[in-house]
T-cell receptor
Framework: NAGVTQTPKFQVLKTGQSMTLQCAQD?????MSWYRQDPGMGLRLIHY???????DQGEVPNGYNVSRSTTEDFPLRLLSAAPSQTSVYFC????????????FGQGTRLTVV | AQSVTQLGSHVSVSEGALVLLRCNYS??????LFWYVQYPNQGLQLLLK??????LVKGINGFEAEFKKSETSFHLTKPSAHMSDAAEYFC?????????FGSGTRLQVQP
């Protein structure tokens, strides 16, 4: 059982480049989300989705786009990378409901130079 | 809006000593509270969660946490630290699945 799979694990971008971080889950979870982790700040919610075709913004959405065409996949797009987007990105999935455990991917370490 | 405060960004204990990691929350409704652990270069893993069934919650690896509404706290404890407990620990509150995390506490275990 793969759980939540993120690719790539590492990425270096130049300022202004675009890229897509991939996230896939095989647990048939309706809820998926993206977080960024920065030192001393914990994890902050970027975007989330409660099901295919439905997405919404989290705490820090600027500079990121998402879409959810299938239950399994929830890619995160950086349209024009900036050094402030240097971070570790985590994708998570869970059943719908506030008491549900979130399952996290292994993370993508992104550096923007 | 919900928020979580973790007191102490770094905690160091000796192997075999009590572990106490502090978490205070702010929520306008009865909260769903979680503790997650992150080992180096890995994702987060659930330790335990509070969902109003019982105030004392037992989790994996010998950890437990007590929900105290009057103190708005959900502190994490373990009676005897093991070297393998060295990791970063995050307290989080859930708003219908959207997690708000504290800033994390890095636990160091000294031999």
């Amino acid at each position: 059982n793969a759980g939540v799979t993120q690719t790539p694990k590492f990425q270096v971008l130049k300022t202004g480049q675009s890229m897509t971080l991939q996230c896939a889950q095989d647990m048939n979870h309706e809820y998926m989300s993206w977080y960024r982790q920065d030192p001393g700040m914990g994890l902050r919610l970027i975007h989330y989705s409660v099901g295919a075709g439905i997405t919404d913004q989290g705490e820090v959405p600027n500079g990121y786009n998402v879409s959810r065409s299938t239950t399994e996949d929830f890619p995160l797009r950086l349209l024009s990378a900036a050094p402030s987007q240097t971070s570790v990105y985590f994708c998570a999935s869970s059943r719908t409901g506030g008491d549900s455990e979130a399952f996290f991917g292994q993370g993508t370490r992104l550096t923007v130079v | 809006a919900q928020s979580v405060t973790q007191l102490g960004s770094h905690v160091s204990v000796s192997e075999g000593a009590l572990v106490l990691l502090r978490c205070n929350y702010s929520s306008s409704v009865p909260p769903y509270l979680f503790w997650y652990v992150q080992y180096p270069n890995q994702g987060l893993q659930l330790l335990l969660k509070y969902t109003s069934a019982a105030t004392l919650v037992k989790g994996i690896n010998g950890f437990e946490a007590e929900f105290k509404k009057s103190e708005t706290s959900f502190h994490l404890t373990k009676p005897s630290a093991h070297m393998s407990d060295a990791a970063e620990y995050f307290c989080a509150v859930s708003d219908w699945g959207a997690l708000t995390f504290g800033s994390g506490t890095r636990l160091q275990v000294q031999p």
